[in-house]
């Protein structure tokens, strides 16, 4: 029998979209239509990929404050640079092609070129722009912008014309040469291209499997395609969002890919559940028409319309422990994942419910799928709707013969499987695994081999003066994972010293100096890019407990309003932190140790660890995603223990209702993440994957087998809780 619509904000909403559904229809289209225009074609002046920022990940520490000291007067300026490899610096064409280039660079403001081309004798400050061998030289130029602003584009993109002019030039003069032209801006612009190409092969790819997916769950083309509307609208109101908040903060590109990822996946999600209530509520009602549609909305809104919402809101509490964090990408990241819940809520909510009303009483008739000989048994065996009895009931009466020993091994499995998390080293991705697709690939490859002294360094040490870089120098070359360490040299207000190791040891040595820093005059600080890595770890780890703080007890809060128990909550807490351990672990073990190159396509020599960002928002993310499906399954338990219900039957019943949705969503959860992964940059590659395996792992060891083996074996205390705390649940607690 159908559950009778109870008259709450919910069914008023979703009851009003489905009896105007053209208003609410137009009105989703207007304001779709706004984000699209604004932030994918730029109506406005510029698009959200031309606002984009692409910065390593970085926090307030040592690394920054050497960095400002190094920097000295030259905050606001960029530096392009033209490499030439195979070329001597004393060479005759490349001197008269340099040359040119100086003369016409000399006409662009505020601009100045630095090269060891032609010098009869190469000085210790410019020994960095020749080739290690000798057969090669760098052309630097650094451009500053008016009154401390920062370089004008347009200038920039005269240095980067006159640069390129001259690379072909000497291609043509040596075309056995490597030349190159790279910088900051170029990089950056190589990233936001690169982002843009990912996010469009992850739907490309997530989109089409997800179709497929949801025509076996439905059968039939328009059931199956209007989570998928609601997800486009998801995205493309997420975009909308994030091309407002770069007016207020920086986004760099990684928070597009997260952010879209992450809310085309949620948006299937709440769709396909909202469609499938409604489904199973009109077929039971036996209600046609208009009258029994809207019957079937209103119950499908109080009833799964409620599951949207108390899951939506845990998954904004994941995101809401970002807000915590210090570093601006992970605010930014939080910020959009707060909007893109909301907009996937709404629509779930709102423009679900008109379509439904527009399609009316053909959402039930089989679909044409269902029609095909052999695939039509299959697809409707499959169907939404599930049975009172069928494989997840069957699995679960067999989990309840064994609670406890089910529990176990199902626990034991995931630390075995988060093992691999004892050898776990933190990277910067964005730095050491810079895709081949990019056009900057080879400049900064060549950069590294063969001039080390002029890239980034890995280790940098910085004093303020030269005697007391030489002491320390000194004290730092017996460190463990120390190759070498270069000759001090004046940058800026501060002199800095390079220490050369190994990239995998890199934060190892870092830690190391930091922690025995000899007596100086003045400032000791470390930087370079393992050094600002560290910092961002460390940043993170002290914001780390109160987001943990924040996130367990927004959790436990919201589950016990919704449940009335305080076991459940914490129950849900371990299991999801079992099921993350594991995701890292197989992280570990795919990327840190290189046992998905074959398979994903990187080389692992070019990745040192696991991302630190990825670290974190698999942790906040994959805690969302689990939490989802906890309120898919715990919304279908609620309902029969309020039933009257015995709770071992109870668990079972709820199971069976619940596991073919949760399968199915899954599976297209599984798909996106997966999408995601097959892109180029290293960041999208390990979030995907870790949140792929964080929700196939949840979906499957941790919903199928620990969660009815545990609720079954601690069924006597599993709706336990205080008795004023009873008390507070029967006034305050959550319902329609």
Not at 107 to 120: A, C, F, M, N
Not at 638 to 660: H, K
Request: hydrophobic residues 50%; contains cysteine.
């Amino acid at each position: 029998m159908a559950l009778s619509p109870r008259r709450g904000p919910l069914v008023a909403v979703g009851g009003a979209a489905a009896r105007h559904p053209w208003i609410t229809l137009a009105a989703w289209i207007v304001a779709i239509g706004i984000a699209i225009a604004t932030a994918i074609a730029g109506l406005t002046g510029e698009s959200l990929f031309d606002r984009l920022q692409s910065d390593a990940p970085a926090a307030e520490g040592d690394a920054s404050r050497a960095d400002d000291l190094l920097a000295g007067d030259d905050e606001e300026r960029s530096t392009l640079t033209l490499l030439v490899h195979g070329v001597a610096p004393h060479d005759a064409e490349a001197v008269a092609i340099v040359t040119g280039l100086a003369e016409r660079i000399d006409d662009i403001p505020r601009s100045t070129l630095v090269t060891p081309v032609g010098l009869p004798e190469v000085p210790p400050a410019l020994a960095p722009l020749v080739a290690s061998d000798g057969d090669g030289f760098l052309v630097s130029v650094g451009l500053e912008g008016a009154d401390g602003a920062s370089p004008d584009r347009g200038d920039e993109d005269r240095v980067v014309a006159e640069l390129r002019q001259a690379a072909a030039d000497l291609r043509a003069e040596h075309p056995a040469a490597t030349v190159e032209v790279g910088g900051g801006s170029l990089l950056v612009d190589s990233i936001v291209e690169l982002s843009e190409h990912d996010l469009q092969r992850g739907e490309a790819v997530a989109l089409p499997i997800a179709l497929v997916v949801m025509l076996v769950v439905f059968g039939g083309f328009i059931a199956a395609g209007i989570p998928l509307i609601g997800a486009g609208v998801s995205i493309a109101g997420a975009l909308g969002a994030l091309l407002a908040f770069t007016y207020a903060l920086d986004i760099d590109t990684t928070v597009v890919n997260v952010v879209t990822a992450v809310g085309l996946g949620l948006s299937i999600d709440y769709g396909l559940l909202i469609v499938s209530r409604f489904r199973e509520e009109h077929r039971s009602a036996g209600i046609a028409g208009r009258e029994g549609r809207l019957t079937a909305i209103h119950a499908a809104v109080a009833t799964a319309g409620r599951t949207v919402l108390f899951s939506g809101v845990t998954f904004a509490i994941a995101a809401l422990g970002l807000l915590v964090f210090e570093p601006r990408i992970v605010r930014a990241i939080g910020l959009g994942a707060l909007a893109v819940t909301a907009i996937a809520m709404a629509s779930a909510l709102t423009l679900v419910p008109a379509l439904l009303s527009l399609t009316g009483d053909r959402l039930l008739r089989p679909g044409v799928l269902t029609r095909i000989p052999g695939a039509g048994r299959a697809i409707t065996r499959f169907g939404d709707v599930a049975p009172d009895e069928g494989f997840f009931s069957r699995l679960t009466r067999r989990v309840q013969r064994h609670p406890a020993l089910i529990t176990l091994a199902s626990g034991l499995l995931l630390v075995l499987l988060a093992s691999p998390l004892a050898t776990l080293r933190l990277a910067n991705t964005s730095i050491d695994a810079l895709p081949e697709s990019s056009d900057q690939h080879p400049f900064l490859d060549s950069l590294s081999e063969n001039f080390p002294d002029a890239a980034s360094p890995r280790v940098a040490l910085v004093t303020e003066t030269e005697s007391d870089a030489a002491i320390w120098a000194a004290a730092v070359t017996g460190i463990a994972g120390v190759e070498s360490v270069g000759d001090p040299a004046e940058s800026g207000d501060a002199w800095r010293t390079l220490v050369r190791v190994d990239p995998a040891d890199g934060i190892d040595v870092v830690t190391a100096i930091r922690a025995d820093v000899p007596e100086l005059d003045g400032t000791a600080l470390v930087t370079g890019v393992d050094a600002r890595t560290l910092d961002f770890s460390q940043s993170l780890l002290r914001s780390s407990p109160w987001a943990a703080l924040v996130i367990a007890l927004g959790t436990i809060v919201f589950l016990f309003l919704m449940t009335g128990s305080l076991v459940i909550p914490l129950k849900a807490l371990i299991a999801s932190a079992l099921s993350l351990g594991a995701s890292i672990g197989v992280l570990v073990w795919g990327f840190q140790l290189g046992n998905f190159a074959p398979l994903m396509g990187f080389d692992p020599a070019d990745v040192h660890g696991v991302d630190v960002l990825v670290l974190l928002l698999t942790f906040a993310f994959g805690f969302g995603l689990a939490m989802d499906y906890e309120m898919f399954i715990l919304a279908r338990i609620t309902e029969q223990v309020q039933a009257g219900v015995p709770d071992r039957e109870a668990i079972a019943r709820g199971l069976q209702r619940s596991g073919r949705i949760i399968t199915s969503a899954a599976l297209i959860i599984i798909v996106v993440f997966a999408g995601f992964a097959t892109g180029d940059l290293m960041v999208i590659k390990q979030l995907g994957t870790a949140l792929a395996v964080a929700v196939l792992l949840d979906a499957t060891l941790v919903r199928c087998l620990l969660v009815p083996a545990f609720m079954t074996w601690q069924q006597r205390i599993m709706w336990w809780a205080p008795a004023p705390l009873k008390r507070l649940h029967a006034r305050f607690g959550l319902s329609e």
